[in-house]
T-cell receptor, first 115, second 110 residues
């Protein structure tokens, strides 16, 4: 079956712009989580969506937001981009919410560069 | 903050078993231990998880000590493609996300 698909794979934006990233989870998976990965901070949790509702949020400013659609596809948005937002953004899907033992499947990520 | 401690790097000869240790001394009775790995430029890949008992799947074995304060991930016959950063995660009760620490960078040497 198809894995987690993230689009686009690469993106270059200018400071102050906004960006929307997309994630299509594995068919049948209802939980989608987003992570940011930078060389300095490693992998950090952004937020989790389950059944179209944000269930958990990491310690990121309000410029980072997301949503989930009825087909479980998810988007994340970053407004007023800053240079420090340059990172690999990873999406993970799981059949259930991760708590309780469900493994998460990650996409290849979207590499965002802010100039 | 991460509740697990792993060595920053390890080497392993190709074809030999790779044993990656992890300390999770503050783990609670109902917290799982998860292992993921990340090969360069790819998203993390789930390997295995366990609660109390040792676990084995097609990728690896997970050995959890009786007091659950540490565990070891075993790749029985390491190949060059196993070169990656390996993350040990203890999944906190009620948490809905994976907290990745700094992991162990495993280099498989020909």
């Amino acid at each position: 079956k198809a894995g987690v698909t993230q689009t686009p794979r690469y993106l270059i934006k200018t400071r102050g712009q906004q960006v929307t990233l997309s994630c299509s989870p594995i068919s049948g998976h209802r939980s989608v989580s987003w992570y940011q990965q930078t060389p300095g901070q490693g992998l950090q949790f952004l937020f989790e969506y389950f059944s179209e509702t944000q269930r958990n949020k990491g310690n990121f400013p309000g410029r980072f937001s997301g949503r989930q659609f009825s087909n479980s596809r998810s988007e994340m948005n970053v407004s007023t981009l800053e240079l420090g937002d340059s990172a690999l953004y990873l999406c993970a899907s799981s059949l259930f919410r991760v708590v309780g033992g469900a493994e998460a499947f990650f996409g290849q990520g979207t590499r965002l560069t802010v100039v | 903050d991460a509740k697990t401690t792993q060595p920053p790097s390890m080497d392993c000869a190709e074809g030999r078993a790779a044993n990656l240790p992890c300390n999770h001394s503050t783990i609670s009775g109902n917290e799982y231990v998860y292992w993921y790995r990340q090969i360069h430029s790819q998203g993390p890949q789930y390997i295995i998880h366990g609660l109390k008992n040792n676990e084995t799947n097609e990728m690896a074995s997970l050995i959890i000590t009786e007091d659950r304060k540490s565990s070891t991930l075993i790749l029985p016959h390491a190949t060059l493609r196993d070169t990656a950063v390996y993350y040990c995660i203890d999944l906190q009760t009620g948490a809905n996300n994976l907290f990745f620490g700094t992991g162990t960078r495993l280099t498989v040497i020909p």
